[in-house]
């Protein structure tokens, strides 16, 4: 069982940064890759970034490539996303997100599904004006 929190949302100008936090309940955290989603109201759930268990592999969905990072730190169990040069069509609820996938190195262009997540936090919104 792995409990996620997040933390770090709120309300930030265009062209404006914010980090988001998730911290991991369990040990077995260096497990478990780590996604990003986001949710816009009326729209479905969207990938946004992946991280491997070791940090070593990550990818980012298009729309993100170049202003989002995602990281992580499995000594405090937590993984991070920072959203630089951000932009009012990346408000949604944010969510963190673990699929197991112990060992597993080279992710790019896996666990991009909201149906291959095992684990969700509860989300926290973002909004980003204009």
């Known amino acids: 069982q792995v409990q996620l929190v997040e933390s770090g949302g709120g309300l930030v100008q265009a062209g404006g940064s914010l980090r988001l936090s998730c911290g991991a309940s369990?040990?077995?955290?260096?497990?478990?890759?780590m996604d990003w989603f986001r949710q816009a109201p009326g729209k479905v759930r969207e990938f946004v970034a992946a991280?491997?268990?070791?940090?070593?592999?990550?990818y980012y969905a298009d729309s993100v490539k170049g202003r989002f990072t995602i990281s992580r730190d499995n000594a405090k169990n937590m993984v991070y996303l920072q959203m630089d040069s951000l932009k009012p069509e990346d408000t949604a609820v944010y969510y963190c997100?673990?699929?197991?996938?112990?060992?597993?190195?080279?992710?790019?262009?896996?666990?991009?599904?909201?149906?291959?997540?095992?684990?969700w936090g509860q989300g926290t919104q973002v909004t980003v004006s204009s």
């Open positions: 369990g040990r077995t955290f260096s497990r478990y890759a």
């Open positions: 991280i491997s268990w070791s940090g070593g592999s990550t």
């Open positions: 997100a673990a699929l197991f996938a112990p060992g597993v190195e080279e992710i790019t262009g896996l666990f991009r599904e909201p149906s291959e997540v095992d684990y």
